[in-house]
């Protein structure tokens, strides 16, 4: 198979052909032409100066019109000096080798004139046309004559002009090869040029090429450099658009090995204390039905666990959040309403942002509810918790602070991890996977935004939502 650079090669040599080869040719046709339309003026300049004199000359020695062809002509041709590769003759009388030619011709470089040749005179002589062309073994003759007398009298006679093309016909054909040479020579430079200027085109594909084949599962660091902008060059955009492709494929392959990895690990100890109990269960029905009861707990656990892995692999596709016109005022409402329902707090709707804003309300009111929650278990029976929302600058706050003990600074990062826990804290009374907040933080950058955690003033921690407008 022929390679991508040899292919852009020979189409380039092909176009650059046809471009040369006809730029040559039209070349040649335009020198032909323009020689065609100087020797057409030239003929009829020199037909128009004799027909002139022969209608209105008279003879220098009488004063009088010119009363002989001869002596017509004779007085012409002595006032005229011909042009390069141009004859003039005056041709009067006949014979069996032709019209008689005058002593006083004139001829200037001409290798073959028409003077010496009695068969093209008789022609020339003998026809009925005032123009015409006279093909001979030295080349192409152009020829114009003007009549004198009546062409079948005894005293017949013509002038005639003839121009010799072949030399200037040589020029062109000359010209014509010197261009094909050049245009062969530009060829060849073309040919090395464009295989330079092609590989390096066509270098960053390669480079793709050569770093996919060694990419495997376990190593998807690989990147191509990026040479150029890559709003301006195609293959620094290329080597951009591979590096984003590789950076998503790195973090899938890196979402699917901690997905296994945490569910494999969350996983084994509800299903080792399953299996332990379903062991040790014996015909006491009341040790059957706790063990049951241990067992059922255990397998909700891992539904649940289950669930929010789901929900955080769902969180890489586009459609995890699909937004819709949302009344800030109302979803913030909806959000404290069911927020009381979680424990017995002394729950307080302290800001409610007015305006609307495009948002997926089910997600953002599943990450408020599970802050909510978060606070709840965190706090003691009693204990204030505030929900509210402000909107600023094409973004949206929604925040749940509690009054309980507060975040130790080194876990601020480590609990929005997944299975990841802070340090235990007083009154917390929570027993989750480590998934919630993970969850929260996915909601967020869905949306293009973020979780940020705070102080509450007073003692406490502050969770806000900080969400852009999905417009």
Do not use: C
């Not at 090869?177 to 390096?200: F, H, K, P, Y």
């Not at 709003?231 to 998503?248: G, Q, S, V, Y």
């Amino acid at each position: 198979m022929i390679s991508a650079r040899a292919r852009i090669l020979l189409w380039l040599l092909v176009v650059m052909t046809v471009a040369l080869a006809a730029v040559a040719g039209t070349t040649r046709s335009i020198l032909l032409r323009d020689l065609d339309h100087r020797v057409d003026r030239l003929l009829a300049q020199e037909t128009q100066e004799f027909a002139n004199l022969y209608e209105e000359g008279v003879d220098p020695e009488t004063g009088r019109p010119f009363t002989s062809p001869r002596r017509l002509l004779w007085v012409f041709l002595q006032r005229q000096y011909a042009d390069p590769d141009e004859e003039l003759l005056g041709l009067v009388g006949r014979s069996d080798r032709g019209p008689a030619q005058l002593v006083q011709p004139r001829t200037l470089t001409v290798t073959r004139p028409l003077e010496a040749d009695p068969a093209g005179r008789r022609e020339i002589f003998e026809s009925g046309d005032g123009t015409g062309t006279l093909d001979r073994p030295s080349g192409e003759l152009r020829w114009a004559k003007v009549g004198i007398g009546a062409p079948d009298g005894p005293d017949a006679a013509a002038f005639v002009v003839a121009i010799h093309t072949e030399r200037e016909r040589q020029q062109v054909a000359d010209v014509f090869v010197i261009m094909l040479a050049i245009s062969a020579v530009a060829l060849v430079l073309i040919s090395a040029i464009g295989w330079a200027v092609a590989g390096r085109i066509l270098a960053p594909v390669r480079l793709v090429g050569e770093t996919a084949a060694q990419l495997t599962e376990q190593d998807l660091t690989r990147r191509i450099p990026v040479r150029g902008r890559a709003d301006r060059d195609e293959t620094a955009a290329l080597a951009a658009t591979f590096n984003a492709m590789m950076d998503r494929l790195e973090r899938a392959f890196a979402a699917q090995r901690e997905f296994v990895d945490d569910a494999g690990h969350e996983l084994r100890t509800p299903i080792t204390i399953v299996r332990g109990h379903l062991e040790l269960m014996g015909e006491d029905p009341a040790e059957r039905e706790e063990t049951l009861r241990l067992v059922t707990d255990e397998l909700d656990r891992m539904t649940r666990i289950v669930e929010d892995l789901l929900l955080l692999a769902k969180a890489e596709r586009p459609d995890f959040v699909e937004p819709e016109p949302v009344q800030l005022a109302e979803l913030t409402a909806d959000v404290f309403v069911k927020a009381r329902t979680l424990g017995e707090r002394d729950w307080e709707l302290s800001e409610v942002a007015e305006g609307e804003m495009r948002l997926d309300p089910q997600r953002v009111t599943q990450a408020m509810v599970q802050l909510a929650q978060n606070a709840v278990q965190h706090t003691a029976p009693g204990s204030r918790i505030r929900i509210g929302s402000r909107a600023a600058g094409g973004h949206v706050e929604l925040y749940v602070a509690d009054g309980g003990p507060g975040i130790q600074p080194q876990d601020a990062t480590l609990i929005f991890e997944r299975f990841r826990r802070g340090t235990a804290r007083r009154g917390s009374r929570g027993g989750g996977a480590g998934l919630g907040l993970a969850i929260v933080k996915a909601i967020a950058e869905g949306h293009r935004g973020r979780v940020e955690l705070s102080p509450t003033e007073g003692g406490g921690a502050t969770f806000t939502l900080i969400l852009q407008d999905g417009l």
